[in-house]
């Protein structure tokens, strides 16, 4: 059974660079064809996805946050990374890591000074 | 992009009713549609894969049909525990969602 952690700051203040690590159990971030998602969710409102990574390093994003987003993967960990810059009160939001299938359970980052 | 429109936005429904929640997609996404049900606190979880596909060990009151731009998902005899907001999701073009339903007991 495949397992997801996400992992960072809580608090991030505004104009700087929000970084979360997503931990991969129960299973290779390398097997398989599978895409790895960073997905978030503001307080009160619906689900945005960010972005999402194969394990040979390719990415996709969400071409209204493009410009901000970096994604990576350490397949030597069994982990993948979001990035997210000049964060401002609107990227506030529960932070989810997912593959198809399987979701981490999330983690509140807020930003503000 | 592709852009998914859920509706309604929310509902309310008696125990034991039929409830139906529909999504169109901006353009054709085949059947390359998830369903979603996510409850306060908790990581959606997913209910219908492929449009139509029932995910393992969920109840078989939940169903999904279409293919195209236009997706049903019923629930046949809405349960207490079904109260939750769910959230139609496509994978054909990168991943969008829609606004997502709020269903509650009336």
């Known amino acids: 059974q495949v397992q997801l952690q996400e992992s960072g700051p809580g608090l991030v203040k505004p104009s700087q660079t929000l970084s979360l690590t997503c931990t991969v159990s129960g299973g290779s971030i390398s097997s398989g064809d599978y895409y790895w998602s960073w997905i978030r969710q503001p307080p009160g409102k619906g689900l945005e996805w960010i972005g999402y990574i194969y394990y040979s390093g390719s990415t996709y994003y969400n071409p209204s946050l493009k410009s901000r987003v970096t994604i990576s993967v350490d397949t030597s960990k069994n982990q993948f990374s979001l990035k997210l810059s000049s964060v401002t009160a609107a990227d506030t939001a529960v932070y989810y890591c997912a593959t198809p299938g399987y979701w981490g359970q999330g983690t509140l980052v807020t930003v503000s000074s | 992009d592709i852009q998914m429109t859920q509706s309604p936005s929310s509902l309310s429904a008696s125990v034991g009713d039929r409830v139906t929640i529909t999504c169109q997609a901006s353009q054709d996404i085949s059947n390359y549609l998830n369903w979603y049900q996510q409850k306060p606190g908790k990581a959606p979880k997913l209910l219908i894969y492929?449009?139509?596909n029932l995910e393992t060990g969920v109840p078989s009151r939940f169903s999904g049909s279409g293919s195209g731009t236009d997706f049903t998902f019923t629930i046949s005899s809405l349960q207490p525990e079904d109260i939750a907001t769910y959230y139609c999701?496509?994978?054909?073009?990168?991943?969008?969602f829609g606004g997502g339903t709020k269903v509650e007991i009336k």
């Open positions: 492929d449009a139509s």
């Open positions: 999701q496509q994978y054909d073009n990168l991943l969008s």
